[in-house]
């Protein structure tokens, strides 16, 4: 009769309702995954929103047109002014150059062949050219300014490799082995008045890393027409990454049977 006393009744559904509450209280969290894992996806997603932004600046940091400083020199202002694209010098160019007098000679006597250099070392450690040392030091320390203010290129090509994937990263990976096996072709002697000259080029992918002149001609006034024209001849093959280079003057015939060696071996490489 006590077991089945109306108050032991009570207590005992009391006691089921309060377990069932609690039961239901401590599996409620259970059932919150998806909103905490939305709120913990938040954060995530606006870091990544930060980070593309970021990249974007870099490249168009990266790309464009850089000028560098002015350098003030001895007979006037040099200033340098930098094409790059893809983190690379294309193009080199001196918006302020010494002016007046004698310097008006040497300006354009030095400057075009700064230019090539620049682009050619992709650097500022060029040699001055002689008879022009102001306006060769004042340059490079233009075109150091300049080279300042790209230096974004270590980042940018990290954000391409963060954006990047598998797939990406792969043709990456068949670039750099393209990259790292050069291929030196020597293209076929071409005859002149004065002697035989023949181009050989190193090639890495499609782009031309070395030009030299295995033939040139030599004996008496050759032999400085030789060692005037054909360093200029080599960098100015590798920046232009073609035969269509200048002549050097003094030295037409040396220069157009370098250019049709150039092109023997450029057809050779297939470029």
């Not at 069932?20 to 939305?38: E, F, H, M, N, R």
């Not at 250099?117 to 450690?125: N, P, S």
């Not at 960098?235 to 220069?255: F, L, Q």
């Amino acid at each position: 009769m006590r077991k089945s006393h109306p108050i032991r009744r009570v207590v005992l559904a009391t006691a089921a309702t309060v377990s069932g509450v609690v039961l239901l209280l401590s599996l409620k969290p259970a059932s919150d995954p998806s909103s905490a894992s939305a709120s913990g996806a938040a954060p995530q997603q606006t870091a990544a929103a930060q980070e593309s932004p970021q990249g974007g600046a870099e490249q168009a940091r990266a790309d464009g047109t850089v000028t560098g400083d002015v350098a003030q020199t001895q007979y006037g202002a040099v200033q340098v002014r930098l094409t790059v694209r893809g983190g690379k010098i294309t193009k080199a160019e001196a918006v302020q150059a010494p002016k007046g007098g004698t310097s008006d000679q040497k300006t354009a006597l030095s400057v075009p062949r700064l230019n090539q250099e620049a682009v050619v070392a992709q650097g500022a450690d060029i040699d001055s050219v002689s008879g022009a040392t102001y306006t060769s030091a004042g340059y490079k320390k233009s075109l150091q300014s300049a080279l300042d203010k790209i230096k974004t290129t270590p980042a940018d090509s990290g954000s391409g490799s963060k954006s990047g994937t598998g797939s990406k990263s792969g043709s990456g990976g068949s670039g750099s082995a393209e990259a790292a096996a050069p291929r030196t072709v020597t293209g076929k002697a071409a005859q002149t008045p004065y002697g035989a000259v023949q181009v050989r080029i190193t090639v890495s992918g499609k782009k031309i890393t070395k030009a030299e002149a295995v033939q040139a001609p030599k004996g008496g006034t050759s032999d400085q027409k030789t060692a005037l024209s054909v360093p200029r001849l080599n960098k100015e093959a590798v920046a232009a990454g073609n035969a269509d280079i200048d002549s050097v003057s003094g030295a037409t015939y040396t220069s157009t049977g370098y250019k049709q060696s150039l092109q023997s071996a450029l057809d050779q490489a297939g470029g």
